[in-house]
């Protein structure tokens, strides 16, 4: 099956730093990449969308100023939190869709991070 | 009205028990539609899609109810390796997926 990596899985980071999180599609060319956000016992809230080559939609409330989505290319999409904070302590899990998955969605294994 | 509702439960069965969850949707121009499940503290993997016609994978059956606008999975002969929170999907257009919140359910031995 199609395999979604996300790097790294924990990081740990000092406030007012900045992290990126990778997500990379390894067999197939991913036309569009989600990006989510899951608080402890939640589900999964969707941040924002992206499609190779174009900017990213996001959804209400997310500051797309905090988090700059990058997607450059078919194979790989970019998460990075700006000026961290404690509150942007989560677990972070980008999803793929494309070419050769039909209409499933793989999901990368996920990043936790922390922000001291 | 949230895009996907399910019941958050917990459901606490006893092994080989059978369970059901079910999930609504509000968009009636959904067009595809997922069971994930998830454990703790990992990603969501792709458990089945549902069909139209429904579709079986060994112990599991999932169901589409267009004109209610629901969809269901069946559990038979619950382990307690499916001990998990079970994601409901429906996906309306190309980049429009929504979520529901997850039912968690614990197999007890």
């Known amino acids: 099956g199609a395999v979604v990596s996300q790097h790294p899985s924990w990081v740990i980071c000092k406030s007012g730093t900045s992290v990126k999180i990778e997500c990379r599609s390894l067999d197939f060319q991913a036309t569009t990449m989600f990006w989510y956000r899951q608080f402890p016992k939640q589900s999964l809230m969707l941040m924002a969308t992206?499609?190779?080559?174009?900017?990213?939609?996001?959804e209400q409330g997310v500051e797309k100023d905090k988090f700059l989505i990058n997607h450059a290319s078919l194979t790989l999409s970019t998460l990075t939190v700006t000026s961290a904070h404690p509150e942007d302590s989560s677990f972070y899990i980008c999803?793929?869709?494309?070419?050769?998955?039909?209409?499933?969605?793989?999901f990368g294994e996920g990043s936790w991070l922390t922000v001291v | 009205r949230k895009e996907v509702e399910q019941d958050p439960g917990p459901f606490n069965v006893p092994e080989g028990a059978t369970v059901a969850f079910n999930c609504t949707y509000s968009?009636?121009?959904?067009?595809?539609f997922f069971w994930y499940r998830q454990d703790c503290r990992k990603e969501p993997k792709l458990l089945m899609s549902v069909y139209s016609s429904g579709n079986e994978d060994g112990r599991f059956t999932a169901q589409l109810n267009r004109a209610s606008q629901y969809i269901s999975l069946l559990i038979r002969d619950s382990k307690l390796s499916d001990s998990a929170t079970y994601l409901c999907?429906?996906?309306?257009?190309?980049?429009?997926?929504?979520f529901g919140t997850g039912t968690r359910l614990t197999v007890i031995p």
């Open positions: 992206s499609n190779e080559g174009s900017k990213a939609t996001y």
């Open positions: 999803s793929a869709q494309g070419r050769g998955t039909g209409n499933t969605i793989y």
């Open positions: 999907v429906v996906q309306t257009g190309a980049n429009n997926l929504f």
């Open positions: 968009n009636s121009a959904s067009q595809s």
